[in-house]
């Protein structure tokens, strides 16, 4: 499995799980990113940290320790 952290800018992948547990999870998935809905990344800051990603249609910034937890495909 791959994370979010790994896909290059330009690419949308779809979002199989989610790891983590309790408070950053709940911020995970308030953002809208749940299973199976797709991510396009935007941007990645020079030293990969915010990844900034376009989720159902709003432009959202994750940081790096945020992106390892979501695997896609």
Known sequence: MKTLKEVPVGQTVTVSRLTGEGPVKRRIMD????????????????????????????????????????EVS
């Open 31 to 70: 953002m809208g990113i749940t299973k199976g809905i797709e991510i396009y990344v935007r941007k990645v800051a020079p030293l990969g940290d915010p990844i900034e990603v376009t989720v159902r249609g709003y432009e959202l910034s994750l940081r790096k320790e945020d992106a390892q937890m979501i």
